[in-house]
């Protein structure tokens, strides 16, 4: 898998729409891409994307990560990406999370954001002493 984890424009899922002024190309994103040679229908495709999110979704919820209206706990943020590509090897027709495939790919995206997690606050907390600092 692979991971890009930002959270500057987290958001839980139903809040308000509000423009946040800032720069489309300096807002936090989480991408996730998920490769396997498992041969996937389109169904199964789709059971992968929903595993995604709902671990992404968990890890955000477990280290309380502030929707940017600070009403809530963020359930993602709203540049979010998920791809999903499978190859030609064995047939998987299911892919939730009662199946071992998505007991793996839950297992990878939780390790992937949640060590993107950890360097986005990092580089949060970072931002914010030198701007402290600065004055």
Not at 53 to 72: A, I, Q
Not at 102 to 122: A, F, K, N, Y
Request: aromatic share 4%.
């Amino acid at each position: 898998g692979f991971f890009t984890v930002g959270i500057t424009n987290a958001v839980r899922a139903g809040e308000p729409n509000v423009d946040l002024g800032m720069d489309a190309s300096r807002t936090g994103t989480i991408n996730i891409i998920v490769v396997t040679n498992a041969r996937l229908p389109a169904s199964a495709m789709v059971g992968a994307v929903q595993v995604i999110t709902e671990s992404k979704t968990g890890v955000l919820l477990d280290h309380r990560v502030p929707s940017y209206t600070g009403r809530s706990h963020a359930t993602g943020t709203g540049t979010d990406a998920v791809v999903m590509a499978c190859g030609d090897g064995p047939l998987l027709r299911y892919s939730g999370t009662h199946t071992k495939f998505g007991e793996l790919i839950g297992q990878l995206v939780q390790r992937g954001v949640m060590e993107g997690l950890l360097h986005s606050m990092d580089w949060m907390r970072s931002r914010t002493i030198e701007t402290d600092t600065s004055r």
